[in-house]
């Protein structure tokens, strides 16, 4: 892992919980937390990437989001684990294969919308008791690029529910402002992680490269450092309902 140059105790005494922490973007933010103190309840998905959790999350549940009984499962596993949560990070997502809008099947909309948007909403909801009980809590979620810019084709669906976060973090900050839970969004461009192995061709990525301000793909450690900024009151204390884009300058507004 990088070193961030922060504090070692940074979050200590904080009780952090991160979904899709098994691998990529997540796994270098639980892995930077762990480093800065925070107790860490991960959570990872399908593919048997918790045990890459192992030494870094306190404690892994793992819960396939597609799934409504698995998302009720994760959250009474977090509720038994702790009664009060510091920092939510949700991060679980993906885009499942490139959907044409002519082709797209209900079933591939419905799991797309029940992992990248629905689940936020319905952890995001139980969760708000336990935020309740910090005394500076903070909901990052991470969103993308393709929020704002649409995404590239095929991307459609994945692309409106990112939106859809955005929007629904920007309500969140200013509903949950009186009881100092913030909320921010955190906006990848192109991050090199397995994601793009499976969505992307190494010519498309390659093209994306050279129209990178910065010329080079974004990486895991690119990203881990703003979420400690946006979970820490001490750094970012005034900053709610603020999208953070960590694209090389790929997109600039
Ligand atoms: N890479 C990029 O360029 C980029 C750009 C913009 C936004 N993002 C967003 O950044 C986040 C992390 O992506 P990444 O690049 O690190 O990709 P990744 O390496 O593919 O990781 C995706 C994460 O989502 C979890 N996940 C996927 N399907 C799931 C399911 N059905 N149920 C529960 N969890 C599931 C995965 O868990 P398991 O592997 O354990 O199943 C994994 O932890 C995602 O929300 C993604 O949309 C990425």
């Known amino acids: 892992m990088a070193d961030f140059g922060f504090s070692g105790d940074l979050f200590s005494g904080k009780t952090v919980v991160i979904t899709g922490a098994g691998r990529g973007i997540g796994l270098a933010v639980a892995t930077a937390f762990k480093a800065s103190g925070a107790t860490v309840i991960a959570h990872s998905g399908r593919a048997g990437t918790a045990r890459q959790l192992a030494g870094i999350a306190d404690q892994t549940f793992e819960a396939d989001f597609t799934k ?141 490269r050279l129209a990178i301000p910065l010329k080079r793909l974004g990486t895991p450690d690119d990203c881990a450092p703003a979420y400690l900024f946006l979970a820490a009151n001490q750094l970012s204390g005034y900053i709610t309902g603020q999208t953070l884009e960590i694209n090389g300058g790929q997109l600039i507004i």
């Open 68 to 208: 409504s009984e698995d998302v009720n499962r994760f959250i009474v596993n977090v509720t038994e684990a702790t009664s009060s949560v510091d920092v939510l990070i949700h991060n679980a997502g993906t885009m499942f294969g490139r959907f044409p809008a002519d082709k797209l099947t209900s079933t591939d909309y419905e799991k797309l919308v029940m992992l990248n948007q629905t689940s936020v909403v319905r952890v995001t909801k139980a969760m708000i008791p336990l935020l309740r009980k910090s005394k500076a809590a903070s909901i990052i979620n991470t969103i993308s690029i393709s929020a704002t810019t649409g995404g590239s084709p095929g991307s459609s669906i994945y692309s409106a529910t990112k939106a859809f976060v955005a929007t629904y973090t920007k309500a969140l900050a200013r509903e949950l402002a009186p009881d100092n839970i913030r909320a921010n969004a955190i906006s990848p461009g192109t991050i090199a992680t397995d994601f793009h192995k499976r969505y992307s061709s190494e010519e498309k990525l390659e093209a994306t």
